[in-house]
């Protein structure tokens, strides 16, 4: 049986996306990102100017293909949680399997290439305004599911002890219930924000000269104390 014709053009596409994205990354890398035009990467991927501007509206996107798929990995991680599991226990829980697996995203990733990838990024100014795009897009789609969590959530116990722990039993306070929206999308802003801080810091570790593996530890220990400070926070979530 063939592959229907909408499966084969999506594959086909996603091949260009890439292809495109390799070719103008491997460019950047050898001469600088603005030392690149949009004419080599074009030539060295064998497409027409045209067709790249199709495909990318901008030479930074080019670049940052590499986190397309990531943006709304935050909002896939809670919708697909399991049963009984707090949203911010599933991202704690994925963060920290991407410490152990040396996800690049994590930024405890000692990779050469990882590196150098990170030095380009991070070392190049229209490339890190242009990531708080896709750090906006991540916000909005795990903010949207966030707000789902809030539906028919009830209001604390009269009474009940004025604890972190008790808060969280208790459900979302009267605020996330009256303001599901706002408090999914102040949430969401903070997680985004905190996952970020931690991949920045290993990265700059990394990028000083520490293995991933001798930082896995600290890491670790990094990342717990970030999710328990959400916790504090965002009971409703917790």
Not at 168 to 177: L, S
Request: charged share 25%; aromatic share 6%; glycine share 6%.
């Amino acid at each position: 049986m063939s592959d229907h014709p909408t499966g084969l053009r999506e594959r086909k596409r996603q091949r260009t996306y890439q292809a495109i994205s390799d070719a103008a990354v491997a460019l950047f890398l050898r001469k600088g990102f603005d030392a690149v035009s949009v004419s080599e990467i074009a030539a060295a991927a064998e497409v027409s100017k045209p067709t790249l501007f199709r495909y990318f509206p901008a030479k930074e996107d080019m670049a940052l293909h590499r986190f397309a798929d990531h943006e709304d990995e935050a909002a896939r991680v809670v919708a697909g949680r399991g049963a009984g599991v707090s949203p911010l226990t599933a991202l704690e829980q994925h963060f920290l399997a991407g410490l152990e697996a040396r996800d690049p995203v994590t930024g405890l990733c000692d990779e050469p290439e990882v590196l150098a990838f990170h030095r380009l990024l991070y070392g190049t100014p229209t490339l890190v305004a242009r990531l708080h795009s896709y750090t906006a897009r991540s916000e909005e789609a795990l903010a949207a599911e966030l707000t789902k969590g809030l539906d028919g959530r009830t209001e604390p116990t009269e009474g009940a002890e004025s604890t972190v722990g008790a808060a969280a039993d208790a459900g979302a306070p009267r605020a996330a219930t009256a303001q599901p929206t706002l408090t999914a999308r102040l949430a969401a802003g903070q997680i985004v924000t905190c996952q970020r801080v931690l991949a920045t810091a290993n990265w700059h570790r990394v990028a000083q000269g520490a293995s991933a593996d001798s930082m896995h530890e600290s890491a670790c220990r990094d990342a717990r104390h970030a999710f328990a400070l959400l916790r504090t926070g965002l009971t409703p979530f917790a």
